[in-house]
Each structure stands twice: as structure tokens, then as C-alpha cells.
């Protein structure tokens, strides 16, 4: 049962949502809203760890190099700049709520990852996300000011085109959110002085993905259609090494880039270390750089895959540093990664567009924060650092709490306004379900084909005319079909996959992720903007 009304809305129970939580709840009462089991996130399958100056011999300054160098000429260093001095900070604060993380000879152990200069990877052997979402879920569950709840799909954020504007400020302002409660089977309002963003990203618009069924992207499609600036959503990061599974039905396994941090290398069908030719970092080049020459030895070879081969690395150190890989790899897969090559091949894995927001988390509708993947706060750029993102989650959740502060103190007895019901007049029960598996199966491939890791026009244009159609049509079942989260997801996915489209066809230029043959060089004057729709 979801509470009538909160001081906070929060929506996603990720590393974003549960740290703003915390965080907000000193403030006045939170509720936190999300789709599935309390876990099910992208955080609980982190695996490599969070980047932040915790080592000896590191530096802020070189943090920072190293995030704008991979962001492509996009990042906003002041944004960047802010990220990487609060994350110590922040990774000292998950320790005191009870995460605990890999240590060597009585410090912090630190990993390795591509486009990183120096270790400075915190993590908790190759589990790290499941190791930071039980500690704050467990946080939580000691907090007397927020509660939480479960099947609760957030639906539409709810603006000023809900409620009676006459009295309001000009400004959109955001109101809470209609959620659609699995158990009531129903769509109710959840009215809130503050609505914190938190839901992810939208990796399960592509066929291949390391991301869970969660990512559909409804955090962006939400906020697009109450009006929200969204940016630079052309930069879908393509992780290198996804386990190559050719009857796979799920998400693809993640094989971290912390292995090829540890030593291990990639090589192609004819057992050539082809990154050798590709970058003086070989495969710890930054992801881009890598999941284009994987698709490039796929394209150039015929070949399905590629090997990620760690046979040469010490086998004890192996097993103990990548306990989950070496075990699902031998007991779901065969694969003995300490004797053997991983087939591995790239998976669409993070988004680095999404909402647009300023440094407090606020995104251009008032009382609207976001944080975590749906938010494109300017520190990824063109092109996110490996291990960045769960450290941007903690720090801008952080941020938005202060500024939840300051919205509640600012507006502390203003009533709000009177939200009407959900009106579900004229949606029956739908027979035909099978279209909506069909559609959200065909955005899919179509991604997969026509917008992948390297683009043309010709493609984007097709892609862009086939979701068109498809965006009509299933406008057309949600407004006469019962709610379901299978058509709350379609919908979202259909719209996301289109933003996704114009945010590519509206950069000419290859920077970064985004790749086109048609434009295969930078324009240093036209494409240093963010893509803004
Ligand atoms: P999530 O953790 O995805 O949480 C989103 C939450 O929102 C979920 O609870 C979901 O159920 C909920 N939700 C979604 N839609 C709705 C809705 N409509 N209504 C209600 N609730 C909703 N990054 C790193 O920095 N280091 C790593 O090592 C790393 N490894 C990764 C490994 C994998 C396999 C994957 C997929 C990603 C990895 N990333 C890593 C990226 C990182 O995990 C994510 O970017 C980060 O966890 C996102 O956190 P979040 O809180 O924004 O979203
Ligand atoms: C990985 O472990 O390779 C993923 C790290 C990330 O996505 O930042």
C-alpha cells in the first residue's frame, strides 16, 4: 500500500535513490517507490568497483585528466572537477553505513580499469554492487523516516498540467508521481514537496545488454513528457566484454574490464593481441576505443567473438579476486577462465545522456532532482571513464539531499495543490499481448541493427522511420489497454529508442561513442554542445 502523500518522492531503489534516502530523510519524510524487488537494480550487478583518489601516489588532477581525456572534449570540467574531489568523501561514508570493501595489507585494495591511469578502483572483490546495495538497504531498514515500496512502477511525474495552475509559479514544478501498484492492480498519485529521479538507465532498448529488465528508460520517457531538457542520449557506452552466449535469453554476464586490469588480454580467431595496433594503453584504451576494435576484428574476420584470455595470469590470485565470474563462468557456462579463453563480445551497458540537471541535481522542471544513470549531470561527456558512475551516483544523490534541504526550507507550509485521480476511463483488458512482446522485441533488434556501435545516416534513418510506426501504434494500446508494467515499459522504450535516434542523427560527427561513417571526424566547432532535445 503506497502512503497518500510524502515531504520526498523517490524513484528507484539503486545507489542513486537509497543514498539520496538516507541523506533526505534528516529532512522531512521520504517514501521510496520502485518497480521490482527492492534490489533489483543495475548497482546489485556492479562488478569492477567505484573510482575515486583513495591510493598513494594518486592525484585528483589525475583523476580528472583521465575523465575528460575519455569524455571526448564533452565533459563539463567543473562539473568533473567537483565529482572527483567530494567521491572520497563519499566512498568514506558507504564504509560507515556499513559497506565493506577489498583490503590489502591493511589498506583499501585498488583495481584497474581502462582509460585510468593509476589504480584507483575501490571495489569488493568483482561483486561490488551487490556489496554497496545490501549495506545501504540495510541502512534503511533502521531509518524510522523513510519507507519503502516494492512493485510500485512510477508511471508519469505529476506537473502543473495535472493540477489547477492558476496560483502556481510559471515554472513547471513537479508534484510527485502517478505509480502503478502491482498489488492493487491500480494507478494511484503520490503527491511530494520533492521528487528525486533515480531509476536507472535504458539499456534494454538494445537486443544485447549486461543491464537487468529494469532499464527501460522510463525515468527519461517520464521526464520528457512532463517536459524536461534530455541531453546527449547518442552516447550509449558499449561495454567491450560481455559473455558471448549465441542462445542467451537474459541480460548478457559482464566479464569486468577489472580482468583486463588484473592482465588479461583480447584476441582474435587467429589468437592475435590485436589491440596492440589499435592504442599504446592495449586493452585498458578507453571502452570506446576497445568495442570498436572488437567490432571491427567481428566485422573484418566474420567472426561472432573475440577471447578474453587470462590463462597466462596467476590462477590462485585469479579465483580469489573474481570469485562470482570464475564460478558462474565454470558452473553455468563450462568455462574454466583460469585454463581457458572467454568468448566475449560487446553489450549496449550505460547510458550517458539522460535528464539534464545542474550541480544540485535539478533538472529544468522545479522541484525535480535526478540522480544516478537517468541524469546527465556533464561529468561523462562523450564518453564515460570505467568505474565513474557509481561514483557520480553517490556524490550528486549526496548533492540533491542538500538541495531537497533547501527546497523544503524554502517552501515549508506551502499546501500542495489538489492532484486529480488517475483516469483509466475507456482501457479494457487487451487479448492481444502478444503485440506488445512483439514491438518491445523489434525495437530491439532494431537498435541492436541500425544503431549499434558504429552508425550511417542511412541507418538512423531507417531506424528513425521503423519507430515512427511503432511509436503510434503503441500510443494507440496504451490508451485502451489496462495498465500493465509490460505496457508502461513498451511505451517507455518505444520513446526512448526515438530520442535515442534524433540525439544520433543531430550529431554529425564521430566523437566519442557515437561513431557515424558518414561523418567519421570530429567537428571541433558544431559538435562540442550537447545534443539537446
Ligand atoms: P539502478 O541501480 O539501475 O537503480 C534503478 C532503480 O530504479 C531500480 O530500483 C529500478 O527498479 C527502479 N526503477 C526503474 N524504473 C522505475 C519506475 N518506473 N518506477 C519505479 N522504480 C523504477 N558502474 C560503475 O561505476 N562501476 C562498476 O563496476 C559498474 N559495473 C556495472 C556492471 C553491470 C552489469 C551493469 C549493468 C552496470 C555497471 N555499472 C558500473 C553501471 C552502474 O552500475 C549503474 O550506472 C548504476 O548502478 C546506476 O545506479 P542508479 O541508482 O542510477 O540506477
Ligand atoms: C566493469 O566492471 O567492467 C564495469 C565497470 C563500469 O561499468 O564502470
Not at 521520504?30 to 518497480?35: A, I, P, R, S
Not at 537494480?41 to 589525475?62: C, K, P, R, W
Request: hydrophobic share 40%; net charge negative; glycine share 8%.
Amino acid at each position: 500500500m503506497i502512503a497518500e502523500t510524502a515531504d520526498v518522492l523517490v524513484i528507484g531503489s539503486g545507489i542513486a535513490g537509497l543514498t539520496f534516502a538516507l541523506e533526505a530523510a534528516q529532512f522531512g519524510r521520504v517514501v521510496v517507490v520502485t518497480k521490482k524487488d527492492r534490489a533489483e537494480s543495475a548497482t546489485n550487478y556492479a562488478q569492477g568497483g567505484i573510482a575515486a583518489v583513495m591510493g598513494e601516489g594518486d592525484s585528483l588532477d589525475s583523476h580528472i585528466h583521465d575523465t575528460v581525456e575519455a569524455g571526448a572534449g564533452l565533459c563539463k570540467e567543473e562539473i568533473v572537477k567537483i565529482v572527483v574531489s567530494e567521491g572520497p568523501g563519499k566512498i568514506r561514508r558507504l564504509m560507515e553505513w556499513g559497506a565493506e570493501f577489498s583490503e590489502e595489507d591493511g589498506s583499501l585494495a585498488l583495481g584497474r580499469e581502462g582509460g585510468h591511469s593509476m589504480h584507483r578502483i575501490v571495489h569488493h572483490a568483482d561483486a561490488t554492487g551487490h556489496e554497496v546495495e545490501r549495506a545501504l538497504l540495510d541502512a534503511l531498514k533502521r531509518h524510522p523516516q523513510v519507507e519503502l515500496w516494492e512493485n510500485a512502477t512510477a508511471v508519469d511525474l505529476i506537473t502543473d498540467r495535472h493540477v489547477d495552475i492558476d496560483a502556481r509559479p510559471r515554472n513547471k514544478r513537479c508534484y510527485g508521481a502517478y505509480v502503478y501498484d502491482l498489488e492493487m492492480g491500480r494507478i494511484r498519485a503520490v503527491p511530494a514537496r520533492v521528487t528525486l529521479l533515480a531509476s536507472g538507465g535504458m539499456g534494454m532498448v538494445w537486443k544485447n545488454t549486461t543491464n537487468p529488465t529494469i532499464a527501460t528508460g522510463d525515468g527519461v520517457a517520464m521526464s520528457w513528457r512532463a517536459g524536461a531538457r534530455i541531453a546527449n542520449l547518442e552516447f550509449m557506452q558499449f561495454h567491450p566484454t560481455a559473455l558471448y552466449e549465441p542462445d542467451r535469453k537474459g541480460r548478457a554476464f559482464l566479464i569486468t574490464e577489472a580482468l583486463r586490469g588484473a592482465g588479461g588480454i583480447l584476441l582474435n580467431d587467429s589468437g592475435e593481441r590485436f589491440m596492440e595496433d589499435v592504442h599504446p594503453r592495449k586493452e585498458l584504451a578507453s571502452r570506446d576505443i576497445v568495442a570498436r576494435a572488437i567490432d571491427m576484428q567481428r566485422k573484418t574476420h566474420g567472426i561472432e567473438h573475440v577471447w578474453l584470455d587470462c590463462s597466462h595470469l596467476n590462477p590462485d590470485k585469479l579465483r580469489k579476486e573474481f570469485p562470482t565470474i570464475y564460478t558462474t563462468l565454470r558452473d553455468e557456462h563450462g568455462i574454466n577462465m583460469v585454463r581457458e579463453p572467454i568468448p566475449v563480445v560487446p553489450a549496449a551497458h550505460y547510458q550517458c545522456g539522460g535528464v539534464l540537471c545542474d550541480e544540485n541535481a535539478h533538472s529544468t522542471i522545479d522541484n525535480l532532482l535526478v540522480a544516478g544513470e537517468v541524469a546527465c549531470t556533464g561529468l561523462h561527456g562523450a564518453n564515460r571513464l570505467a568505474s565513474n558512475s557509481l561514483l557520480e551516483a553517490v556524490v550528486f544523490a549526496s548533492r540533491a539531499a542538500e538541495e531537497t534541504k533547501r527546497i523544503l526550507e524554502a517552501t515549508p507550509k506551502e499546501p500542495l495543490p489538489q492532484i486529480p485521480v488517475w483516469n483509466d476511463s475507456g482501457t479494457y483488458d487487451d487479448e492481444e499481448f502478444v503485440l506488445i512482446r512483439h514491438d518491445v522485441s523489434e525495437i530491439r533488434n532494431l537498435m541492436e541493427d541500425y544503431v549499434g556501435i558504429i552508425r550511417s545516416d542511412l541507418r538512423l534513418e531507417r531506424a528513425g522511420r521503423r519507430l515512427a510506426i511503432i511509436t503510434v501504434e503503441v500510443e494507440d494500446y496504451w490508451r485502451r489497454t489496462t495498465v500493465s508494467n509490460e505496457i508502461i515499459e513498451l511505451r517507455n522504450l518505444a520513446q526512448v529508442a526515438r530520442m535515442i535516434v534524433k540525439c544520433a542523427r543531430q550529431r554529425r560527427e564521430s566523437r566519442g561513442l557515437h561513431t557515424t561513417t558518414d561523418y567519421p571526424d570530429l567537428d571541433p566547432v558544431l559538435g562540442v554542445r550537447d545534443t539537446v532535445i
